[in-house]
């Protein structure tokens, strides 16, 4: 019964808001003051490294919690235009109360950079909620193996810091990849967890020193065996590669539980295919040649602004139907041609002509 009945004070009241959710009216008095709406102030700002911004956000009510290894989608506005980004939160596991993410930024990474250029105590993010499945068991293994290298480091380390805060007993052997000792956001505290907690073995890589170490099967072959070891692993798709291919030799596929940050689209990518067709956007009445590449990436080179997120499939903010035409998804390399589907544009590139509700 309250629940039905906040259900009716909500529609009630965002009918008398009509033309506008009640959000958009309550946000001109304070931007942390919402209705539906999800968002987070920025508490705390620290720049770990040079490459690096890290945040301490305070989300409004409606903020759930997530589990470690989880993401969560954040916009901001830059420049007048709603950019939403997805990325993982490196505290604890939590049910409500603060959310800690760390951001790098990347050459190409437009809204990283722009965090980590301008992100402030005050500055309101939206926040959606935490989602995905690279996520610890509910009964837990009896060793944890955690890899990382770069940006990846952040699901893991939710990890790791949710099993030392509930006192987990078994082995962490954590394991981080990184281009310098520099680079390594949060090195002092994995440092002294590896020194002071008696079940957490640190192992931090450098691979642009003068000892530089990409991963080898030697780097966790002595842990990763152990009965009832379960592997985690987030990074690059070269690490992601080397590691898959050890687990596969050594008998440990199906140990192995993996999280991509970037799209790899070499092997499924054929660049002797002839290029065809036109793509034409409905919503915008705009048609353009097909050059091959995504239809998120010719939408933009068209001059459009379409929603999205993560930019490889994993959170389906691109989502938009295809009315006819055949796309091929980038990471699977599947044709589908049946008209009036939803496709995820990010993902999908257009084979021959192509029409889409953008």
Request: net charge negative; hydrophobic share 35%.
């Amino acid at each position: 019964m309250p629940n039905t009945l906040a259900r009716l004070v909500e529609t009630i009241v965002e009918a008398t808001a009509s033309p506008y959710p009640v959000d958009r009216y309550l946000e001109l008095i304070d931007p942390m003051l919402t209705w539906r709406d999800t968002r987070a102030k920025v508490v705390d700002v620290r720049r770990q490294t040079d490459r690096s911004v890290t945040l301490t956000l305070q989300p409004t009510r409606q903020w759930t919690g997530h589990r470690p290894g989880q993401y969560v989608e954040v916009s901001i506005v830059i420049n007048g235009v709603r950019q939403r980004r997805h990325f993982s939160p490196a505290n604890a596991a939590t049910r409500s109360g603060e959310l800690e993410l760390t951001v790098t930024a990347h050459s190409d990474g437009f809204v990283s950079r722009h965090l980590r250029e301008n992100a402030r105590p005050g500055m309101v993010l939206g926040l959606g909620r935490a989602e995905g499945d690279f996520t610890l068991p509910t009964e837990l293994p009896d060793h944890v193996v955690l890899i990382s290298g770069g940006s990846g480091i952040t699901p893991v380390l939710s990890m790791m810091r949710t099993l030392v805060a509930e006192g987990y007993r078994g082995g962490i052997t954590f394991v981080h990849y990184a281009r310098t000792p520099d680079d390594v956001p949060y090195r002092a505290e994995l440092e002294a967890l590896g020194r002071t907690v008696d079940n957490v073995d640190v192992r931090l890589h450098y691979t642009r020193t003068a000892t530089g170490e990409h991963f080898t099967g030697a780097h966790i072959a002595d842990v990763a065996g152990i009965d009832g070891a379960q592997l985690y692993l987030c990074g690059p798709s070269s690490l992601m590669a080397a590691v898959r291919e050890y687990a596969d030799a050594a008998g440990l596929a199906d140990r192995l539980h993996t999280e991509a940050f970037s799209l790899d689209t070499s092997v499924v990518v054929d660049p002797d295919e002839p290029i065809t067709g036109d793509v034409t956007y409905s919503a915008a009445d705009v048609t353009a040649p097909n050059d091959g590449r995504t239809l998120l990436e010719q939408a933009e080179a068209a001059g459009l602004t379409p929603e999205y997120g993560c930019r490889m499939g994993i959170c389906f903010s691109c989502t938009k139907v295809r009315t006819s035409g055949c796309t091929r998804n980038i990471l699977t390399g599947e044709l589908d041609s049946e008209p009036d589907q939803h496709i995820q544009i990010c993902i999908n590139a257009p084979v021959g002509d192509v029409e889409i509700e953008v």
